[in-house]
């Protein structure tokens, strides 16, 4: 499993490191760890965007991980 | 999906309101073409505290207390509110800095362009070519590994500071006292009413928190990531200031004409109107986001666009003080050498904090 953790990272730096796992494992999932709610919008709507289903799963007060899915092609 | 759609509305319907605000005020006394202008007004504030004393610009703007606080009250009703800071705060001075002796070349932000633009200034394409040609410098950055480091935690006082001096400007520019510096003449001297600037302001912050917008972020997106949604904010606003200028009549009436030239508080050189943006939109870039943007930040708690915008203001004062700020005559003396040399630190920031290199 692939985690990118982008906590404490501020704007776009969250998509870029998503983008580049994303472009490195296509095809794979991948969990982000995020600590703002516009880092989970963006990374978020990044994933949407490449085909990822996107779940979250609060970890702690405002950190949450996200598990990116590829669709089904 | 739906959530999509939704956000997407409202960034949409934020900027569009944003931009026929911009030009109301501009009919409420604001200076022409210069409805909501961040750097101008960051600028304005550094002499109305007498930090530089060119004496045309010095008005305490309550625009920018106003987005600080609409974003503060946002932050706080919304549960965004979240005191962090210490990623790089010295390396964000300086960019916030070069970011404004950049803006002041052109005389006016990403914003501004667009409002000159919307106002029939065609340097306004120059000033935005220049925005998103630096939008496409510091991405070669991105795509490298850049970043100014994470950050962390810190108290709700430090959080706190940034609300606090806003509140202290706007208890100065209610109560005047003498010691402060307001232009007699000039863009300075040309304002709204305290409160309508203070409503519109609280009104863009609130919106500009809720929606992330930012100008210099939606050229960035584009490119980086394919992403239209804070793009979809800045066509918004130009189209709201666009179509509130002709419902004024202010085509019509001979105020505002199409051209590069004889435009209000501007000037037409194009190479440095290309450059200084150039230099605010790889600066902005680096940074994260627009002034506007790193304002909003500020008013959620970030300290380090707090120190942002400390830069800003440090920034104005340098370039009025050495003769670094253009006026309608055209550049000074010294703003295209400063302009190289930010350029030049730009990148040898982006080079050096690529993961890489550290």
Request: one cysteine or more.
């Amino acid at each position: 499993m692939i985690e990118v953790d982008v906590r404490g990272f501020s704007c776009p730096i969250p998509v870029v490191k998503t983008k580049k796992a994303i472009d490195e494992n296509p095809d794979e999932p991948i969990t982000v760890l995020v600590e703002t709610v516009v880092s989970k919008e963006n990374v978020g709507r990044l994933a949407s965007s490449r085909g990822y289903t996107v779940q979250e799963e609060k970890v702690a007060g405002d950190e949450y991980r996200l598990f990116l899915t590829p669709r089904e092609k | 999906m739906s959530r999509f759609w939704i956000s997407r509305a409202w960034i949409i319907l934020g900027g569009f309101i944003f931009g026929v605000l911009a030009t109301l005020l501009t009919m409420w006394g604001n200076p022409p073409n210069m409805g909501i202008c961040v750097a101008c007004f960051y600028r304005d504030i550094a002499g109305g505290l007498g930090l530089h004393r060119a004496g045309v610009v010095q008005y305490l703007r309550p625009e920018i207390m106003g987005f600080v606080f609409g974003a503060l009250i946002s932050a706080y009703a919304f549960k965004e509110f979240r005191p962090r800071g210490g990623s790089s705060p010295i390396i964000r001075f300086l960019l916030g800095a070069f970011f404004m002796i950049g803006a002041l070349v052109f005389l006016g932000c990403p914003i501004r362009a667009l409002v000159r633009l919307a106002g029939g200034d065609l340097n306004g394409i120059t000033a935005l070519l220049g925005v998103i040609f630096g939008a496409f410098i510091g991405i070669r950055f991105l795509k490298g590994g850049y970043n100014l480091g994470r950050s962390g935690k810190v108290s709700t006082v430090s959080a706190w500071m940034v609300p606090l001096f806003m509140l202290t400007l706007l208890l100065l520019v209610i109560f005047k006292p003498h010691f402060l510096f307001f232009s007699q003449k000039g863009p300075g001297a040309m304002h709204a009413l305290l409160w309508i600037s203070l409503a519109a302001g609280l009104f863009v912050g609130f919106i500009a928190q809720r929606t992330r917008m930012c100008f210099v972020g939606g050229w960035r997106d584009i490119m980086l990531v394919k992403d239209f949604y804070l793009f979809s904010g800045i066509a918004a606003f130009f189209f709201g200031a666009l179509i509130c200028n002709y419902a004024l009549g202010n085509f019509s009436s001979g105020l505002y004409h199409w051209g590069f030239d004889n435009q209000p508080v501007a000037h037409a050189d194009h190479l440095w109107n290309f450059l200084g943006m150039t230099l605010a939109g790889l600066s902005a870039t680096l940074l994260g986001g627009c002034p506007l943007r790193q304002t909003i930040l500020a008013g959620e708690g970030d300290t380090d666009a707090g120190i942002t915008i400390l830069g800003l203001i440090a920034g104005a004062a340098f370039s009025h003080n050495f003769l670094l700020a253009s006026s309608p005559k055209g550049v000074g003396e010294f703003g295209p050498l400063t302009v190289i040399i930010g350029l030049v630190f730009s990148l040898a920031i982006g080079f050096s904090m690529m993961e890489r290199a550290r």
